[in-house]
Structure formats: C-alpha cells, structure tokens
C-alpha cells in the first residue's frame, strides 16, 4: 500500500489550497480514507473522511464548512479542498487508509509522508 501526498504550499491566510492523495498497492473500493494533519507539539488530529465504496464523507467540527473531501476513484486519488484557511491550519498535512470507514486516527493503518501547509497571517 503506498499513499503520496501533494498540494502543499505557503498561503495567505483566507486562501485555498486543494491537496491530493495518490493511492497504490490496494483495491481502492475496499478502504477508507482519512485527511490527518499534526502542527509542532500537538497530537494528530483527522479531519475528514471518505468510504471509497460508497462516496460517504465525515468532517470533523474543526473543518466543516471549510474543508471538502473527495475521491476520483479511476485516478485512485483522494483530494482534500481548503478554503478560508487560517493560520492555525498551518500543520503538516497526511493521507491514510483504512478498511474501516471511521473518525479514528488509530484505525488507520496505512499512511503517506505527509505534506506541508502554512498559512500566514
């Protein structure tokens, strides 16, 4: 299973950045996959899901309005839309898989490298 995060960047605070999840290795219908991020001293915290069989998304309250999650399924790609960003929003950014479809970062098992977002004010 291999995950690659992209789409990072330096943004102003109240722009946008769309980050993509590029997925290998596994039957994409049979996972979930989860947006994550971790800021220096901090726990990783999820922010949005998605059930790649089924389309069902969850959004954790930090994010709602703001943050979209959506998957191409023939690219096997999962995208994360940023909007109305913030400075607190500056973390680094992951993707993980899961076979479960759950807003629980120790259910998932399989995780990328991560990308970097920072918002300044």
């Known amino acids: 299973v291999q995950l690659v995060e992209s789409g990072g960047g330096l943004v102003q605070a109240g722009g946008s950045l769309r980050l993509s999840c590029a997925t290998s290795?596994?039957?994409?219908?049979?996972?979930?996959i989860g947006w994550f991020r971790q800021a220096p001293g901090k726990e990783r915290e999820g922010l949005a899901y998605?059930?790649?069989?089924?389309?069902?998304?969850y959004y954790e309250d930090s994010v709602k309005g703001r943050f979209a999650i959506s998957s191409d399924n023939a690219k096997r790609t999962v995208y994360l839309q940023m909007n109305s960003l913030k400075p607190e929003d500056t973390a680094r950014y992951y993707c993980?898989?899961?076979?479960?479809?759950?807003?629980?970062?120790?259910?998932?098992?399989?995780w990328g490298q991560g990308t970097q977002v920072t918002v300044s004010s």
């Open positions: 998605i059930g790649l069989s089924d389309g069902d998304t």
């Open positions: 290795g596994f039957r994409f219908d049979d996972y979930a």
């Open positions: 993980a898989a899961s076979s479960v479809f759950i807003a629980s970062v120790e259910a998932y098992d399989y």
